[in-house]
């Protein structure tokens, strides 16, 4: 046992001194599914974004702003490699130390609160965290239900929604106007 854990240990000498014992780990519930939600995007997403990236680029080279043009395309490369890649699988843990997603554990006193959402028919359960990056986890629910994952994550954490934000409403807003594929 290395010399900086003995003294924190509780000795008959010295009971001022604090014991601390780690909880056991313990895997509470485990499922394989997709690192992130995906759509396979067919040729009117493609032809949308292309058209709106066109004209972006035509108004911003009149306006000489050569950096914002690089930012554009650079943008439009990455929504074409995340619409066309599917992701990879990972092994998502709930145990009693944690939320374990690949090989990174995330530990329960930097978890706040959990709540479901669902996207393009996928169930995911969202994990708000203290840390800068990433403020927040989303574990896609493969195979799981999502009450079995509610019960598991309830010992832990609050099932709280966060209220909508003024950027949400507008991004949920241009959504609607400007669907980029029917």
């Known amino acids: 046992m290395p010399a900086d854990l003995k003294s924190t240990l509780k000795t008959k000498n010295n009971p001022s001194e604090v014991s601390v014992v780690p909880s056991p780990f313990k895997e509470i519930l485990s499922w394989q599914a997709a690192i992130r939600p995906f759509k396979k995007r067919g040729r009117e997403y493609f032809s949308t974004v292309g058209a709106i990236v066109f004209l972006l680029v035509i108004i911003l080279l009149f306006i000489k702003e050569w950096v914002l043009v690089a930012v554009v395309l650079a943008l439009m490369f990455l929504s074409y ?5 599917p ?8 145990t ?3 939320i374990k997603t690949g090989e990174k554990l995330y530990k329960w006193e930097w978890l706040t609160r959990f709540w479901f959402t669902k996207k393009w028919n996928m169930e995911i359960l969202n994990v708000e965290t203290i840390l800068v990056f990433p403020k927040r986890l989303q ?18 954490l609050t099932l709280e929604k966060p209220k909508k934000t003024s950027l949400d409403r507008a991004s949920e807003w241009l959504q609607e106007k400007v669907p980029l594929e029917s």
């Open 87 to 94: 992701p990879g699988e990972v092994k998502h843990q709930i």
């Open 81 to 85: 490699v995340l619409a066309t890649v």
């Open 139 to 156: 574990l896609i629910l493969k195979d799981k239900g999502r009450e079995e994952v509610r019960k598991a994550m309830e010992k832990y």
């Open 96 to 98: 009693t130390r944690g």
